[in-house]
Protein backbone atom coordinates (compact mmCIF):
# COMPACT_ATOMS: atom_id res chain seq x y z
CA UNK A 1 0.00 0.00 0.00
CA UNK A 2 1.46 3.78 -1.12
CA UNK A 3 1.71 6.10 1.92
CA UNK A 4 -0.11 8.74 2.93
CA UNK A 5 0.53 11.67 4.10
CA UNK A 6 -0.49 14.88 6.35
CA UNK A 7 0.36 17.76 7.53
CA UNK A 8 0.13 20.83 9.52
CA UNK A 9 1.38 24.35 8.80
CA UNK A 10 3.31 25.49 11.50
CA UNK A 11 4.34 28.79 9.92
CA UNK A 12 3.51 30.99 6.38
CA UNK A 13 5.48 33.66 5.68
CA UNK A 14 4.61 36.50 2.77
CA UNK A 15 8.18 38.48 2.05
CA UNK A 16 9.91 40.93 0.00
CA UNK A 17 13.58 39.62 -0.76
CA UNK A 18 16.43 40.21 -2.53
CA UNK A 19 18.21 37.04 -4.51
CA UNK A 20 21.64 37.12 -2.73
CA UNK A 21 22.47 34.36 -5.42
CA UNK A 22 23.32 30.48 -5.65
CA UNK A 23 25.38 29.34 -2.68
CA UNK A 24 27.04 25.86 -2.15
CA UNK A 25 25.83 23.95 0.38
CA UNK A 26 28.24 22.55 3.70
CA UNK A 27 27.65 18.63 3.23
CA UNK A 28 30.89 18.41 2.19
CA UNK A 29 31.87 18.74 5.70
CA UNK A 30 29.45 16.04 7.12
CA UNK A 31 31.64 13.46 9.14
CA UNK A 32 29.85 10.39 7.09
CA UNK A 33 31.21 8.30 4.40
CA UNK A 34 30.82 8.30 1.66
CA UNK A 35 31.04 12.10 2.02
CA UNK A 36 27.80 13.54 0.43
CA UNK A 37 27.87 16.38 -2.42
CA UNK A 38 27.09 20.04 -1.72
CA UNK A 39 23.54 21.16 -2.47
CA UNK A 40 23.11 24.32 -4.57
CA UNK A 41 20.98 26.84 -2.57
CA UNK A 42 19.16 29.94 -3.74
CA UNK A 43 19.38 32.31 -0.86
CA UNK A 44 17.87 35.60 -0.01
CA UNK A 45 18.08 38.33 1.96
CA UNK A 46 14.58 39.43 3.61
CA UNK A 47 13.73 42.54 3.55
CA UNK A 48 10.27 42.95 4.76
CA UNK A 49 7.22 40.73 6.00
CA UNK A 50 3.81 41.50 3.95
CA UNK A 51 2.46 38.27 6.16
CA UNK A 52 3.53 35.79 9.18
CA UNK A 53 1.23 33.77 10.58
CA UNK A 54 2.63 31.63 13.11
CA UNK A 55 -0.73 29.00 14.01
CA UNK A 56 1.40 26.20 14.99
CA UNK A 57 3.31 26.34 18.20
CA UNK A 58 6.70 25.50 16.60
CA UNK A 59 6.22 27.24 13.24
CA UNK A 60 9.41 30.00 12.43
CA UNK A 61 9.45 33.14 13.63
CA UNK A 62 9.69 36.13 11.11
CA UNK A 63 13.63 35.15 9.31
CA UNK A 64 16.01 37.69 7.95
CA UNK A 65 17.06 35.10 5.34
CA UNK A 66 15.48 32.03 3.60
CA UNK A 67 17.70 29.43 1.53
CA UNK A 68 16.36 26.44 -0.62
CA UNK A 69 17.60 23.78 -2.76
CA UNK A 70 15.81 24.53 -6.16
CA UNK A 71 15.82 20.76 -7.06
CA UNK A 72 14.15 20.09 -4.29
CA UNK A 73 11.15 22.37 -5.18
CA UNK A 74 8.98 20.04 -7.15
CA UNK A 75 5.33 18.56 -7.12
CA UNK A 76 4.48 16.01 -4.08
CA UNK A 77 2.31 14.39 -2.08
CA UNK A 78 2.83 17.31 -0.07
CA UNK A 79 3.22 20.20 -2.42
CA UNK A 80 0.13 18.96 -5.26
CA UNK A 81 0.30 22.92 -6.53
CA UNK A 82 3.94 23.63 -6.58
CA UNK A 83 5.53 23.94 -10.22
CA UNK A 84 8.97 23.22 -9.39
CA UNK A 85 9.79 23.88 -13.45
CA UNK A 86 8.36 27.53 -12.70
CA UNK A 87 10.99 28.01 -9.38
CA UNK A 88 14.07 26.74 -11.55
CA UNK A 89 13.32 29.06 -14.23
CA UNK A 90 12.54 32.26 -12.38
CA UNK A 91 15.53 31.33 -10.13
CA UNK A 92 17.54 30.90 -13.49
CA UNK A 93 16.73 34.40 -14.52
CA UNK A 94 17.34 36.18 -10.91
CA UNK A 95 20.55 38.36 -10.86
CA UNK A 96 22.36 39.01 -7.96
CA UNK A 97 21.00 42.19 -5.81
CA UNK A 98 17.32 41.64 -7.40
CA UNK A 99 14.19 42.00 -5.69
CA UNK A 100 11.42 39.06 -5.01
CA UNK A 101 8.23 38.67 -3.84
CA UNK A 102 8.85 35.48 -1.61
CA UNK A 103 6.39 33.50 -0.32
CA UNK A 104 7.32 29.71 1.81
CA UNK A 105 5.40 27.75 4.03
CA UNK A 106 7.37 25.91 7.31
CA UNK A 107 4.41 22.48 7.97
CA UNK A 108 4.81 18.94 9.49
CA UNK A 109 4.17 16.31 7.73
CA UNK A 110 3.27 12.91 9.25
CA UNK A 111 4.21 10.01 6.61
CA UNK A 112 1.93 6.88 7.10
CA UNK A 113 2.77 3.69 5.75
CA UNK A 114 1.62 -0.05 6.29
CA UNK A 115 3.99 -2.50 6.29
CA UNK A 116 4.01 -6.36 7.02
CA UNK A 117 0.37 -5.22 8.47
CA UNK A 118 1.90 -3.17 11.04
CA UNK A 119 0.96 0.90 10.60
CA UNK A 120 4.60 2.88 10.91
CA UNK A 121 4.83 6.49 11.01
CA UNK A 122 7.77 9.06 10.87
CA UNK A 123 7.13 13.13 11.28
CA UNK A 124 9.14 15.99 9.78
CA UNK A 125 9.42 19.60 9.00
CA UNK A 126 9.66 21.05 5.61
CA UNK A 127 10.19 24.51 4.34
CA UNK A 128 8.80 25.10 0.69
CA UNK A 129 8.52 27.67 -1.71
CA UNK A 130 5.08 28.32 -2.34
CA UNK A 131 5.20 31.65 -4.42
CA UNK A 132 8.86 33.25 -6.46
CA UNK A 133 8.22 36.37 -8.68
CA UNK A 134 10.66 38.96 -9.23
CA UNK A 135 9.63 43.01 -8.36
CA UNK A 136 10.01 45.23 -11.46
Do not use: C
Amino acid sequence: MAPSYTWDVLSRHVTIATFRGIEQGREPMLRVHPPRPAKMYATFDILEYLEHEKPGQYGDEQQKSFAFVVEEQVKTEVWPDRDGDAIAATVSALKPGQKVRLSYNHIYVTRTEVVDDRETSSKYPERGVVLLEPIA
